[in-house]
T-cell receptor, first 113, second 112 residues
Framework: SQTIHQWPATLVQPVGSPLSLECTVEGTSNPNLYWYRQAAGRGLQLLFYSVGIGQISSEVPQNLSASRPQDRQFILSSKKLLLSDSGFYLC????????????FGPGTRLTVT | GDSVTQMEGPVTLSEEAFLTINCTYTATGYPSLFWYVQYPGEGLQLLLKATKADDKGSNKGFEATYRKETTSFHLEKGSVQVSDSAVYFCARSTGGGNKLTFGTGTQLKVEL
């Protein structure tokens, strides 16, 4: 069976500090990978998605970047965090073909102070 | 562009009441449709899905039918429990299937 991991689970960082969130998927090959942000009490905002190693599509201009150094690893980064970067970050994966459902990780709660 | 519209929440029900959460989608292409559930502090879990018109998705007592004529995918459950309290998201496939478009979510609170 497939499993998706995210870490850390929670993170408190000062404004201006760097960020690195990691997501890994087990039990599948060549997945599509996604990063979402969920602000408190609000819906999901797609930040980045990737259909292969080194292939990143950005959905929203922002202070963040994403990388996919390995097939099942997806990293979300920032050089300098802003207060507005606070939120709940979710990683998800889907199969390249099929019925398009996405499977989500447990999330990382980021608070920028 | 593609969009999904859900009813505003929160929805508050007594235990064993009937649940309906409305969802409509833009009728572009032939999307797959999904319902996800999110419990506090957790990621989203796929609840059910339907891939073509008239399909009925079901899981854990929840049901939703893909209605092409009304572009709807309403979530229903005959008897809710306190443990069903969560936020429910409706979604449709988009971008050739590489992405999902989500509704804004509907919070459900079930009281004893």
């Amino acid at each position: 069976s497939q499993t998706i991991h995210q870490w850390p689970a929670t993170l408190v960082q000062p404004v201006g500090s760097p960020l690195s969130l990691e997501c890994t998927v087990e039990g599948t090959s060549n997945p599509n990978l996604y990063w979402y942000r969920q602000a408190a009490g609000r819906g999901l905002q797609l930040l980045f998605y990737s259909v292969g190693i080194g292939q990143i599509s950005s959905e929203v201009p922002q202070n963040l970047s994403a990388s996919r150094p390995q097939d099942r690893q997806f990293i979300l980064s920032s050089k300098k965090l802003l207060l507005s970067d606070s939120g709940f970050y979710l990683c998800a994966w889907s199969r390249r073909q099929g019925t398009y459902e996405q499977y989500f990780g447990p999330g990382t709660r980021l608070t920028v102070t | 562009g593609d969009s999904v519209t859900q009813m505003e929440g929160p929805v508050t029900l007594s235990e064993e009441a009937f649940l309906t959460i409305n969802c409509t989608y833009t009728a572009t292409g032939y999307p797959s449709l999904f319902w996800y559930v999110q419990y506090p502090g957790e990621g989203l879990q796929l609840l059910l899905k339907a891939t073509k018109a008239d399909d009925k998705g079901s899981n854990k007592g929840f049901e939703a039918t893909y209605r092409k004529e009304t572009t709807s995918f309403h979530l229903e459950k005959g008897s809710v429990q306190v443990s069903d309290s969560a936020v429910y998201f409706c979604a449709r496939s988009t971008g050739g299937g590489n992405k999902l478009t989500f509704g804004t979510g509907t919070q459900l609170k079930v009281e004893l």
